[in-house]
């Protein structure tokens, strides 16, 4: 009777251990992928499915090397936006082409492989969740526009999406020469 006991005490506290564990890991989850835990769990309707997904995406992120840019290519980057925005005001689809064309450089450059654009994203979301949805966004009016079905305003949103991935990727330090800041020149776009 005592070792039935026993045996029924270890096996729940080996449940709690292990329903504990997955509670921490949803939460870590849920704290580093922020919106973007979110959005999966709704994607894929079953936690356990997307807490795999995301699991799988902090694994294969930790594959890269992923490093930041020195402040010259911080400040050609910015030199870019800035040069994509002033072409936005003749040439709208052309400057949301050269901004989707500029995010992929800027993440070459600090390491991210450039798969197709689901991969990507995906990657990226490992260390920019709060801004990878503004990627899709820009991503999906983007290919709306080069189906003909974009109008300017929408153009306009693209680039403020691109905007917000492409202040992230460049990095919190990019100020440091004191050469403004890239949403300056967004607000003459807005």
Not at 16 to 26: E, K
Not at 48 to 55: G, K
Not at 166 to 184: I, K, Q, S, V, Y
């Amino acid at each position: 009777m005592v070792w039935v006991l026993v045996v029924i005490v270890v096996a729940l506290i080996a449940v709690v251990a292990i329903l504990m564990l997955r509670q921490r890991r949803s939460s870590q989850l849920r704290e580093g992928f922020g919106p973007e835990y979110d959005r999966v769990v709704e994607e894929r309707g079953d936690r356990r499915a997307a807490e795999s997904e995301l699991d799988d995406r902090r694994k294969r992120r930790e594959q890269f090397e992923i490093r930041p840019l020195d402040e010259g290519a911080r400040e050609r980057y910015a030199e870019r936006w800035r040069a994509t925005q002033r072409q936005f005001v003749d040439e709208p689809s052309g400057a949301v082409q050269e901004a989707d064309t500029l995010v992929a450089s800027v993440m070459r450059e600090r390491g991210y492989p450039l798969d197709d654009f689901e991969q990507r994203a995906a990657d990226v979301s490992v260390d920019h969740p709060d801004v990878v949805e503004n990627y899709r966004a820009a991503h999906g009016i983007s290919t709306a526009d080069a189906e003909g079905r974009a109008g300017t305003e929408d153009l306009r949103q693209a680039m403020v999406h691109y905007r917000a991935l492409f202040d992230d990727l460049l990095g919190p330090d990019r100020h440091a020469a004191g050469n403004g800041d890239t949403r300056d020149e967004m607000r003459e776009v807005r």
